[in-house]
């Protein structure tokens, strides 16, 4: 009881207590980093679903997409990917009827 004037703190282990501290700041400056992150990117619009011709997102009406349409767009990105040849290209676009 009479030794805490003497270098040590109520825990008795000479100031650990002060290190601790050093951590716990460090996770509310990543807790907060995280937070500004998070919000960021769920607000951002290239962080979301990109929006499809027509769609309400890209200044149309959500009414003038189709499922076909969509499924065109998809087809139309793939093959600027290089995901599909031009030859399936043509192909899937037959199959839909587009």
Same mark, same amino acid.
């Given at each position: ?20 501290? /050093? ?7 990543? /807790? ?17 679903? %990109? ?8 200044? /149309? ?5 189709? %499922? ?31």
């Amino acid at each position: 009881m009479g030794n805490w004037g003497h270098g040590m703190d109520m825990w008795g282990d000479g100031g650990g207590f002060h290190a601790w501290m /050093g951590v716990w700041w460090f996770f509310v400056v990543a /807790g907060i980093a995280l937070l500004v992150y998070l919000a960021v990117r769920a607000f951002s619009s290239k962080g979301g679903t %990109p929006a499809v011709a027509g769609s309400a997102a890209s200044g /149309g009406t959500a009414s003038s997409v189709t %499922p076909t349409s969509g499924a065109r767009v998809i087809l139309e990105e793939r093959l600027a990917r290089g995901e599909i040849s031009a030859d399936e290209f043509r192909e899937l676009i037959s199959v839909l009827g587009a």
